[in-house]
């Protein structure tokens, strides 16, 4: 059965409009300069860098007297609070599965957080399985993540499994490279940004969820129909988030032929930078 995975943030949720929504209230709150939001907003980094970093930030500029921890707390609950998932993204899923596709998400990300993410937005009963790459130990853009979103799945990562297997994610390193490395196909979503990796390219190239996944479906080979696979179904197929994989992550374990430069580029881009929160 063909797959199709999915990156979190910023591909099936709008991760930097939930965050910039929270950074004017931090300011309001506080009685800080509005217009300070694009500050925050750029070295927020999409998420990328560690909230520990931007937070003292904050502090610093600001010279506030709470602690950093009480400032990651407000973040996480306010952030959170802010994080939907739009109708025209799960009407693509629903179109998705309607047509034959099992879905998982692959998220780099700290756990709580992120499936906080899937439960308020009510993404769990719209997929087969998800993996996070704290409780996997296992970072996109290595192989093994995705073989153990397969799995998860209740696709056994094995024979020709990667070449029934889709990708779509908006971060390069993570979600483009790490497809390359397990030989999957992929769709970038641009988000109106240049392409700038020489050494790997997606499949394709979409502005939106809505459209990469109308890419997907009408790509060459796409499965024809399925029944429709209830909530209740999806829950019994999807294996357990906390463990249940009997796979060891280590860098380059599976897939990633012939690329050891892109290997070597992908992990250690990846690897130096903190998951978006």
């Known amino acids: 059965m063909p797959l199709l995975l999915l990156d979190l943030d910023n591909t099936l949720l709008p991760r930097d409009a939930a965050f910039r929504a929270w950074a004017q209230d931090f300011l309001t709150e506080r009685a800080l300069p509005p217009g300070d939001v694009d500050w925050l907003v750029t070295i927020d980094g999409g998420g990328y860098v560690p909230r520990s ?6 502090r610093r500029r600001y010279g506030l007297d709470e602690s950093l921890d009480r400032l990651l707390a407000h973040y996480r609950h306010g ?3 802010y994080i939907h998932c739009p109708a025209r993204n799960i009407d693509a899923l629903r179109a998705a599965r309607a047509a034959g596709w ?22 769990g009963p719209m997929v087969d399985g998800w993996v ?13 993540i995705f073989e153990i979103a397969a799995q998860r799945c209740g696709i056994a990562p094995t024979g020709d ?3 029934r297997t889709w990708m779509i994610g908006d971060h390069a390193p993570a979600d483009i490279a790490g497809a390359e490395l397990a030989g999957l196909r992929s ?28 890419q997907v479906l009408a790509a060459r080979g796409a499965p024809v129909g399925r029944p429709e696979v209830s909530a209740a179904g999806v829950s019994a197929r999807r294996r357990p988030v906390g463990g249940g994989v009997a796979l060891a992550c280590t860098a380059g374990a599976a897939g990633g032929a012939g690329v ?18």
Request: hydrophobic share 40%; net charge positive.
């Open 161 to 163: 499994w990667a070449t």
């Open 79 to 81: 952030i959170n609070s």
């Open 187 to 214: 769709v970038w979503l641009h988000h109106g940004r240049p392409w700038a990796e020489p050494a790997y390219r997606p499949t394709l190239k979409a502005a939106g969820l809505p459209e990469a996944v109308g």
């Open 132 to 144: 996070i790459s704290e409780e996997a130990d296992c970072l996109k853009p290595d192989p093994l």
């Open 260 to 277: 050891p430069r892109l290997r070597e580029r992908g992990l250690a881009a990846v690897r130096t930078a903190a998951a978006p929160g």
């Open 53 to 58: 970093t931007v937070l003292s930030a904050a």
């Open 102 to 123: 099992t879905l998982g998400i692959v998220s780099n990300g700290s756990t709580g957080p992120q499936l906080e993410k899937i439960r308020r937005t009510g993404l």
